[in-house]
């Protein structure tokens, strides 16, 4: 079982930047590959960024790749998502998951269908 809480959003302006941090509980962290995911009103729940159980593999939406990074820390149990350059169409709820895949594809990474266990959410709002 593991227990995901997210933190750092909020209200920023077009062209600024926030860091997400998605605290895990339970000692298998370090077993699970990460992704973040966000979700706009009205609007289906996007894959964002992964990252592998070590921290040497990423894959990122092409939407945020080159603006937003996925690191993680297992000493910390922490995975987390620092986003610059940030646009209004970036305003969503963000949440973090976790998934334990049988091997790291792009396939399985970015379906949320996949993943097991799930944050609530933090809200991140970008104003023009």
């Known amino acids: 079982q593991v227990q995901l809480v997210e933190s750092g959003g909020g209200l920023v302006e077009a062209g600024g930047s926030l860091r997400l941090s998605c605290a895990a509980s339970g000692r298998t962290f370090s077993s699970y590959a990460m992704g973040w995911f966000r979700q706009a009103p009205g609007k289906e729940r996007e894959f964002v960024a992964a990252?592998?159980?070590?921290?040497?593999?990423?894959y990122y939406a092409d939407s945020v790749k080159g603006r937003f990074t996925i690191s993680r820390d297992n000493a910390k149990n922490t995975v987390y998502l620092q986003m610059n350059g940030l646009k209004p169409e970036d305003t969503a709820v963000y949440y973090c998951a976790a998934v334990s895949p049988s091997r790291w594809a792009v396939i399985i990474i970015t379906n949320p269908g996949l993943y097991a266990y799930w944050g609530q959410g933090t809200q991140v709002t970008v104003s023009s």
């Open positions: 990252i592998n159980w070590s921290g040497g593999s990423t």
